[in-house]
């Protein structure tokens, strides 16, 4: 304990217990007057911590002519206070044109979320907000399949299949704001969508009368399960691990949620599945259907080795990913305009999460940094050495607006969290578990998955119960619909 918080500049290349938490978050809205909202990787076969550090410096973009790899620079003019150290930001703006027939003129200044300023509906909190289910999504990797856990039962209640060959190697998963679907990426390209609640799925869909549905640890064969809304192949893709649902749009005369959009990433040329090659091309599927609404390529953004590592969306629906052991990329909803943020050296970026201010964090592998906070509005670095060395891990914000990661900490496994403003260590929770993945649920617990297992904690007392069952599982993203909910200052479905 003790370590100091260390602020660094970011040098960037522009080129175009459900009730409680809720209490809080709706509490926190009346008090910013809001009334209307818009409301390594451990792959089969692979190895990733191993050769991760080897991505960093293909991917960092200081030069977005060639992608070389930036030195890091701190910049003149910075001030000293205490352990916080400042420096100005530089930036190099260019211009670069998305391939999406709705694309506006690049150029202009990307629109950030900073949190507090999400239109929320002036209805009840609960409104569309689906609560009566709740589910957690749990990739197994090595069987192509996802796993639907109750959050609150911690049973498996669903499997399904994410790739017609049975060799999509998914990862990332990420449940829309209104609960109502999770989408999942396969490393081998590929992107599903399920629905969570069996009132949505399509008895007719498979030809076969009544519904037929998983709805325990046993999958069905592909095309017999009649809640998979939609498939999108993405086969000359051989990478493609980001996964993330933008919010959408809140009616409030039907209260339900509207033109869910889900942003995904990747790339073909890999020298074989679950890696890539050059420059990364983003994607923005339609949420119905699954059909590509929008799509550009971020040329100075690698996709090679790994590709984009992970995704995640703020309230305006901006996309922001991370590279392993690299930099910072995002996407304006709007515009499609993409920016490339470079990180300190000393951060060994992995995962990612977008907190309820509109600030992504990631955590970080090296020897010195375990935490990283980057602020797109003042282009600065908050880094902590506090916990280095507990392994790669996800990364999620609680309810109670604490920071989670999971590994292993002073000898004990499990989560830990951290304060979102100071990032000094709040807690450290032991446990029977195992895996990278965090996330938070709309009752209040976090949940650490992976491995074997998948394990729910209570913050308040560290009391937890455990899922034995996945099979080689690997997930870190927004598992529950928490993340985008949390980030858009609504009280998600769970």
Same mark, same amino acid.
């Given at each position: 304990?003790?370590?100091?918080?260390?602020?660094?500049?970011?040098?960037?290349?522009?080129?175009?217990?459900?009730?409680?938490?809720?209490?809080?978050?709706?509490a926190?809205?009346a008090? +910013?007057g809001?009334?209307?909202?818009?409301?390594?990787?451990?792959a089969? %076969?692979?190895t990733?911590?191993?050769?991760?550090?080897?991505?960093?410096?293909?991917?960092?973009?200081?030069?977005?002519?060639?992608?070389?790899?930036?030195?890091?620079?701190?910049?003149?003019g910075?001030?000293e206070?205490?352990?916080?150290?400042?420096?100005?930001?530089?930036?190099e703006?260019?211009?670069?044109?998305?391939?999406?027939?709705d694309?506006?003129?690049?150029?202009?200044?990307p629109?950030f979320?900073?949190?507090?300023?999400?239109?929320?509906?002036?209805?009840d909190?609960d409104? %569309? /907000?689906?609560?009566?289910?709740?589910?957690?999504?749990?990739?197994?990797?090595?069987?192509?399949?996802?796993?639907?856990?109750?959050?609150q039962?911690?049973?498996?209640?669903?499997?399904?299949?994410?790739?017609p060959?049975?060799?999509?190697?998914?990862?990332?998963?990420?449940?829309?704001?209104?609960?109502?679907?999770v989408?999942v990426?396969n490393?081998?390209?590929?992107?599903?969508?399920?629905?969570?609640?069996?009132?949505?799925?399509?008895?007719?869909?498979?030809?076969a009368?009544?519904?037929?549905?998983?709805?325990?640890?046993?999958? +069905?064969?592909?095309?017999?399960? @009649?809640?998979?809304?939609?498939?999108?192949?993405?086969?000359?893709?051989?990478?493609?691990?980001?996964?993330a649902?933008?919010?959408?749009?809140f009616?409030e005369v039907t209260?339900?949620?509207?033109?869910?959009?889900?942003?995904s990433?990747?790339?073909?040329?890999?020298?074989?599945?679950?890696?890539g090659?050059?420059?990364?091309t983003?994607?923005?599927?339609?949420?119905?259907?699954?059909?590509?609404?929008?799509?550009l390529? /971020?040329?100075?953004?690698?996709?090679?080795?790994?590709?984009?590592y992970?995704?995640?969306?703020?309230?305006?629906?901006?996309f922001?990913?991370?590279?392993?052991?690299?930099?910072?990329?995002?996407?304006?909803?709007e515009?499609?305009?993409?920016?490339?943020?470079?990180?300190?050296s000393?951060?060994?970026?992995?995962?990612?999460?977008?907190?309820?201010?509109?600030?992504?964090?990631?955590?970080?592998?090296?020897?010195?940094?375990?935490?990283?906070?980057?602020?797109?509005?003042?282009?600065?670095?908050?880094?902590?050495?506090?916990?280095?060395?507990?392994?790669?891990?996800?990364i999620a914000?609680?309810?109670?607006g604490? +920071?989670?990661i999971?590994?292993?900490?002073?000898?004990?496994s499990?989560?830990?969290s951290?304060d979102?403003?100071?990032?000094?260590?709040?807690?450290?929770?032991?446990?029977?578990?195992?895996?990278?993945?965090?996330?938070?649920?709309? @009752?209040?617990?976090?949940?650490?998955? %992976?491995?074997?297992?998948?394990?729910?904690?209570n913050?308040?007392?560290g009391?937890?119960?455990?899922?034995?069952g996945?099979?080689?599982?690997?997930?870190y993203?927004? /598992?529950?619909?928490? %993340?985008?909910?949390?980030?858009?200052?609504?009280?998600?479905?769970?």
């Open positions: 304990m003790g370590a100091e918080l260390q602020v660094h500049t970011s040098e960037h290349d522009v080129t175009a217990r459900r009730t409680s938490s809720r209490a809080r978050l709706c926190a809205l008090l +910013l809001a009334t209307t909202l818009a409301c390594g990787d451990d089969v %076969g692979q990733d911590a191993a050769s991760a550090g080897t991505q960093g410096g293909s991917g960092s973009a200081a030069d977005s002519s060639s992608g070389s790899a930036a030195s890091e620079t701190q910049g003149g910075g001030t206070t205490g352990g916080m150290t400042t420096a100005p930001a530089t930036s703006v260019s211009t670069a044109g998305p391939t999406s027939d694309a506006t003129t690049m150029g202009a200044e629109k979320d900073v949190g507090g300023a999400a239109d929320f509906p002036g209805v909190c409104c %569309g /907000m689906a609560s009566e289910f709740s589910y957690i999504w749990v990739a197994n990797s090595p069987e192509s399949t996802v796993s639907k856990i109750d959050t039962t911690v049973e498996e209640v669903g499997r399904f299949v994410t790739k060959d049975l060799n999509g190697n998914p990862s990332r998963t990420s449940v829309s704001i209104s609960g109502r679907k989408a990426a490393r081998h390209g590929g992107v599903i969508a399920i629905w969570a609640n069996e009132a949505d799925c399509d008895p007719d869909q498979n030809g009368p009544g519904l037929q549905t998983s709805t325990d640890a046993v999958a +069905l064969p592909w095309d017999q399960d @009649d809640c998979v809304a939609w498939y999108t192949p993405f086969d000359d893709w051989t990478v493609q691990r980001p996964i649902w933008a919010p959408g749009v009616n209260c339900q949620w509207e033109d869910e959009r889900v942003w990433a990747g790339c073909g040329g890999g020298s074989m599945p679950g890696f090659s050059g420059a990364t983003v994607v923005r599927l339609d949420g119905d259907t699954g059909e590509i609404v929008d799509q390529v /971020m040329d100075s953004y690698s996709c090679g080795g790994f590709g984009p992970g995704g995640a969306v703020d309230s305006a629906g901006n922001w990913m991370t590279l392993n052991n690299g930099p910072l990329g995002f996407v304006d909803a515009t499609l305009e993409w920016t490339v943020y470079d990180k300190p000393d951060v060994a970026s992995y995962g990612l999460t977008v907190d309820s201010a509109g600030r992504p964090w990631v955590t970080s592998y090296s020897q010195t940094v375990g935490v990283a906070r980057f602020d797109p509005m003042t282009e600065t670095w908050a880094t902590t050495g506090e916990l280095v060395g507990y392994s790669q891990s996800g914000q609680g309810s109670d604490r +920071l989670w999971a590994g292993t900490f002073n000898g004990t499990g989560i830990a951290l979102p403003e100071t990032l000094a260590v709040i807690d450290i929770l032991g446990g029977t578990s195992s895996g990278k993945g965090v996330s938070g649920d709309g @009752d209040g617990y976090i949940w650490r998955a %992976g491995g074997s297992m998948a394990t729910r904690f913050p308040d007392d009391t937890f119960t455990t899922y034995q996945l099979n080689a599982a690997y997930t993203s927004d /598992m529950t619909g928490f %993340g985008v909910a949390n980030a858009s200052g609504c009280q998600p479905a769970g």
